[in-house]
């Protein structure tokens, strides 16, 4: 299973260190940090693992490669079944 979603016109003009997303997992999976398409760079991954879980969100805090300038993000997701409900993201300034 793969679900994509975009988001235009991220301001990374003070640089960036990690990101970290609200999650509750179901089955658990990846989600892929990309910039400017689809298959572009990738930031970096956060793993989310977890049973059954959906009604209890958690913080996961992932490092990412440091960017700057203003780009179009692309969060892939990646796993087998149903993944998992996110509900936030925001990336950490350096």
Same mark, same amino acid.
């Given at each position: 299973? +793969?679900?994509?979603?975009?988001?235009?016109?991220?301001? $990374?003009?003070? !640089?960036?260190?990690?990101? +970290?997303?609200?999650?509750?997992?179901?089955? #658990? #999976?990846?989600? +892929?940090?990309?910039?400017?398409?689809?298959? !572009?760079?990738?930031?970096?991954? @956060?793993?989310?693992?977890? &049973?059954? +879980?959906?009604?209890? %969100?958690?913080?996961?805090?992932?490092?990412? &490669?440091?960017?700057?300038?203003?780009?179009? @993000?692309? $969060? @892939? %997701?990646?796993?087998?079944?149903?993944? %998992?409900? $996110?509900?936030?993201? &925001? $990336?950490?300034?350096?």
């Amino acid at each position: 299973m +793969e679900i994509i979603s975009k988001v235009h016109g991220v301001d $990374f003009s003070k !640089g960036t260190h990690s990101i +970290e997303v609200s999650v509750a997992a179901l089955y #658990g #999976g990846k989600i +892929e940090i990309r910039t400017d398409a689809i298959d !572009g760079p990738v930031l970096g991954t @956060v793993t989310v693992t977890g &049973k059954a +879980e959906g009604d209890i %969100f958690k913080t996961i805090k992932t490092p990412v &490669k440091n960017m700057k300038g203003i780009h179009n @993000v692309y $969060f @892939v %997701f990646r796993g087998d079944r149903d993944l %998992f409900y $996110f509900d936030w993201w &925001k $990336f950490n300034e350096i």
